[in-house]
């Protein structure tokens, strides 16, 4: 069965600062897709970003970036310059190509100090 | 365009009673999938439709059921409600140009006493 560890509960970070999320995942597939949601406390869940796992190169949006270590599985969000409205609960997902289902892991949730 | 909605926002039910959740996907979008959001479990995957037809469903017992109409609408239906049933109930819509994209909704909160 395909599962997804965050081992990090909560973290916090100095705005501006950079901050890392971990996410670990097990699975036996070889085609599939990590992502990284961000859920305010308004609940609506957002895309921040997406890894596809024949890719090899890191994906980048704006200021997140994901560390994708495929023999590892492993799957790190970093944010850069940190602002307050980056506080929220973080999900990393999984999903094998091909379904919709997508597996999320426990969450982060992260706090931004000013 | 339009966001994916769901309604109502909030519910409050009472044990033994039965409820049922509306979710209006993307326009075009004719993926619709249902997740359950408890402090205990997490994010757990309840079933997804694509064109009116159960394609998936996750590991929650029979009492939880979905359909979805002609015009990719979807409800769930949860009966005998169960304090544990109290949860947030979010769907989420794709589309099959983009089936790696899901789209959430504000998500129905569902406190059953």
């Given amino acids: 069965a395909q599962t997804v560890t965050q081992s990090q509960p909560e973290m916090s970070v100095q705005e501006a600062e950079t901050v890392t999320l971990s996410c670990t995942y097990d699975t036996s597939e070889s085609d599939y897709y990590l992502f990284w949601y961000k859920q305010p406390p308004s609940r609506q869940m957002i895309l921040v970003i997406r890894q596809e796992a024949y890719k090899q190169q890191n994906a980048t949006e704006n200021r997140f970036s994901v560390n994708f270590q495929k023999a590892a599985k492993s799957f790190s969000l970093k944010i850069s310059d940190s602002q307050l409205g980056d506080a929220a609960m973080y999900f990393c997902a999984y999903r094998i190509q091909g379904a919709q289902k997508l597996v999320f892991g426990q969450g982060t949730r992260l706090t931004i100090n000013p | ?113």
């Fill in chain 2, 1 to 113: 365009k339009a966001g994916v909605t769901q309604t109502p926002r909030y519910l409050i039910k009472t044990r033994g009673q039965q409820v049922t959740l509306s979710c209006s996907p993307i326009s075009g979008h004719r993926s619709v999938s249902w997740y359950q959001q408890t402090p205990g479990q997490g994010l757990q995957f309840l079933f997804e439709y694509f064109s009116e037809t159960q394609r998936n469903k996750g590991n929650f017992p029979g009492r939880f059921s979905g359909r979805q109409f002609s015009n990719s609408r979807s409800e769930m239906n949860v009966s005998t409600l169960e304090l544990g049933d109290s949860a947030l109930y979010l769907c989420a819509s794709s589309s099959y140009l983009t089936p790696y994209e899901q789209y959430f909704g504000p998500g129905t909160r569902l406190t059953v006493t």
